[in-house]
């Protein structure tokens, strides 16, 4: 059963007075990712590695951007952004160092 939700509105998204969705990156998505997919949803997952490539990370305004680019819900972005380990909203560093826990990688040392 999925939850109910309403559109309370109530996080007040800090705002650059530039869009992180460049009109150069909008023109390059539209001739280069979305023929690529069927849905407009299909190519987010690219669009948000060209977002994380070029600021480190996905500020909520670049999600509400590409919420309205792509024509779909802010929730739907930011639930993609919040499900993947390797989008961020906060800014990293230029390199990230990972270190795996999992019992494969402790078998290998």
Known sequence: MAWPTKPSATMQVPRRAEPY???QMKARWT????PKYA????????ILHDIQH?????P???QLEIAE????SPSDVLDTVSFYDEYTV????????????????????
Do not use: K, N, W
């Open 60 to 62: 909520y305004q670049a």
């Open 69 to 72: 680019f792509l024509g779909i």
């Open 39 to 46: 849905t407009r949803l299909g190519a987010l997952m690219p």
């Open 31 to 34: 001739a280069d990712v979305l």
């Open 90 to 109: 906060e800014q990293r560093g230029v390199v990230t160092i990972g270190v795996c826990h999992s019992i494969a990688c402790e078998q290998c040392a």
């Open 21 to 23: 969705a460049t009109a």
């Open 54 to 58: 070029a600021y480190r990370h996905i």
